[in-house]
């Protein structure tokens, strides 16, 4: 069995699913309506929402006939708190690239002038 953070971003390594999830955020849908904008038939994008479930971005849920889904985005923030602990990594990367270009820069400032 996987952990939770790698069903997540199996999850969402899918464009189709990562479409489904934004639509969620507007509310519970059925599959006819996840289905509407695909041109995939209702059980495919069924096995869509079994993946998105197992990862436990959604939760699947019974009201009168209809079978809603409903995105539960407290994955989602854990999945975001770990690529955070990247950003610090791209920070200091980018600051270093800076610093190189600037000595760069000092060691031949006769490019950056004018001719005259």
Known sequence: MTDQLSAVFGALADPTRRAILARLRAGDANVAELAAPFAMSQPAVSRHL??????????RSRRATARLSHLEANPLRDATAWLAGYR?????????????????????????????
Do not use: F
């Open 50 to 59: 079994k993946v998105l479930e197992a990862a436990g971005l959604i939760t």
């Open 88 to 116: 610090e990594y791209w920070e200091e990367s980018h600051d270093r690239l800076d610093e190189l270009l600037a000595r760069l820069q000092d060691t031949h400032p006769e490019e950056d002038e004018e001719p005259t």
